[in-house]
């Protein structure tokens, strides 16, 4: 199991929208609609922000929205908040019962 | 609202077993699976494994051979174990509850700061 694959960085003004991928393989990301993204500030448990690809738990504005296409899955963040300067992290089931994890992007807001 | 809280030794030396315990507040153990996460410093974040109430278990086979989790019906609560620790084993462990069926993570813990000796 490799970790899956997300940049290490993306940006964006406030009111912006920035996208951050998560690539894996047909084993992972590619095989089920089990891909969900945690945000995470410094020194804080990690957040859900996404579930099953797309759905978003209650209390999670809906400037958050996932989507996936092949083996890559991407995380978009409308309408940039000063709040949303976080690391966000992607995973994904990865068969046989077990989890997997992005390396994680550290999104600043400019 | 459900509330996980997590304790253990933060302070170990090389070569011994690292050993948490994360006790769930409202909500039951028969309910959910409950995992275990680890996130070394300035890294990114790890599965190490799960339980559900049952006893049954799932980990990652990096660290099969050292990870038991295990359950506690009676007092609510799941714990981890970790052997033969090396410094490699540095990180800030964290309990999640896991919605059973589909794979995500909906509530946390405030995680555990573990640091292994050499």
């Known amino acids: 199991q490799s970790a899956l694959t997300q940049p290490p960085s993306a940006s964006g003004s406030p009111g912006q929208s920035v996208t951050i991928s998560c690539t894996g393989t047909s084993s992972d990301v590619g095989g089920y609609n089990y891909v969900s993204w945690y945000q995470q500030h410094p020194g804080k448990a990690p957040k859900l922000m996404i579930y099953e690809v797309t759905k978003r738990p209650s209390g999670v504005p809906d400037r958050f929205s996932g989507s996936k296409s092949d083996n890559t899955a991407s995380l978009t963040v409308s309408g940039l908040q000063a709040e949303d300067e976080a690391d966000y992290y992607c995973?994904?089931?990865?068969?046989?019962?077990?989890?997997?994890f992005g390396g994680g992007t550290k999104l600043t807001v400019l | 609202q459900v509330q996980l809280r997590q304790w253990g030794a933060g302070l170990l030396q090389s070569s011994e077993t690292l050993s948490l315990t994360c006790a769930v507040y409202g909500d039951s153990v028969y309910n959910f699976c409950w995992s275990w996460i680890r996130q070394p410093p300035g890294k990114g974040l790890e599965w190490i494994g799960e339980?559900?109430?049952?006893?049954?278990?799932n980990y990652n086979p990096s660290l099969k051979s050292r990870v038991t989790v295990s359950v506690d019906r009676s007092k609510n609560q799941f714990s981890l174990k970790l052997s033969s620790v090396t410094a490699a084993d540095t990180a800030v462990y964290y309990c999640?509850?896991?919605?059973?069926?589909?794979?995500?993570?909906?509530?946390w813990g405030g995680g555990t700061t573990v640091t292994v000796s050499s």
């Open positions: 999640a509850r896991r919605v059973t069926i589909y794979y995500y993570m909906d509530v």
């Open positions: 339980v559900n109430h049952s006893g049954d278990t």
């Open positions: 995973s994904s089931y990865a068969g046989s019962n077990s989890l997997i």
